[in-house]
């Protein structure tokens, strides 16, 4: 069996400075537009366990023992979620200092 053979492959890419900038206040939204899609998730979860979810007819009846799982489970999600919404909101802030 032989070494891998891979090519001396050096791309030239130019990109304007406003579209870089561009690139990356989208890349920030779409991120964001992530972390809402979680958030929506967790509530929606919340709204299950406590019955008051529209269209579902048979609401869960948890326990306290899973009433307190899954409260932990959000506060944990949400948690993560301020730590990533601190790293967009810095990373926004840098971008903007470059316009």
């Known amino acids: 069996m032989s070494q891998a053979n891979i090519p001396n492959i050096t791309p030239t890419i130019t990109v304007a400075r406003e579209d870089v900038i561009n690139l990356l206040l989208s890349s920030i939204a779409l991120e964001e537009l992530g972390l809402s899609h979680i958030l929506n998730a967790e509530g929606e979860k919340l709204q299950y366990v406590l019955g008051t979810l529209p269209g579902v007819t048979t ?31 810095t990373k926004l802030e840098n971008v903007l200092m470059m316009m």
């Open 59 to 89: 609401p869960f009846t948890p326990t306290l023992a899973e009433l307190l799982a899954i409260n932990d489970s959000v506060r944990q999600t949400i948690k993560a979620l301020q730590k990533k919404e601190w790293i967009l909101q």
